[in-house]
């Protein structure tokens, strides 16, 4: 929710679209039973390898960055569909607010997905994700620094004692 403390509303934030609260409707049963297999499965890998346990839909695609937390962006290894696991993990470790907003969605057929070999290619990426960034050979991006509200005498000419 919204908050009235200035720097809160500062705050490093990434808000995720989330298919998370159709889960048992009919659009999620409509698919076929290889896809909710694989979609079940592809969460337990989020979750014990990829360590996102906060965020119930990763693949969603819908993200919004607040300005601040647009460091998470900066220097991102993954390009294919686990770019966005990337960027959650990224924003949890550095302590960034990620929220999850339902959204309205709608099951259009015609998938760019290849459903077995882009779910091994995700596992695989979510497992390497993992190890490179726990054996240091990814690093996080520098947190942003924190916002201040105060202005410095010193560092704004018009506030100068010294004006005749």
Not at 11 to 20: K, L
Not at 88 to 102: I, S
């Amino acid at each position: 929710g919204a908050t009235n403390n200035p720097d809160r509303r500062r705050a490093p934030v990434v808000a995720c679209g989330s298919r998370a609260h159709l889960v048992d409707s009919s659009v999620v049963a409509r698919r076929s039973p290889l896809r909710n297999v694989l979609m079940r499965g592809f969460h337990l890998v989020v979750r014990i390898v990829g360590g996102i346990h906060h965020v119930r839909d990763t693949q969603c695609g819908f993200k919004l960055f607040s300005r601040a937390a647009l460091p998470v962006l900066a220097g991102l290894h993954l390009e294919r569909w686990a770019f966005d696991v990337e960027v959650l993990y990224v924003a949890h470790r550095l302590g960034f607010d990620v929220l999850e907003v339902p959204v309205q969605w709608t099951e259009i057929p015609g998938s760019k997905l290849n459903l077995v070999r882009d779910s091994l290619q995700m596992a695989r990426d979510i497992a390497c994700l993992r190890l490179a960034y726990a054996t240091g050979v990814w690093r996080l991006p520098a947190p942003p620094a924190p916002h201040s509200t105060a202005v410095s005498r010193d560092a704004n000419p018009r506030m100068s004692s010294s004006s005749s």
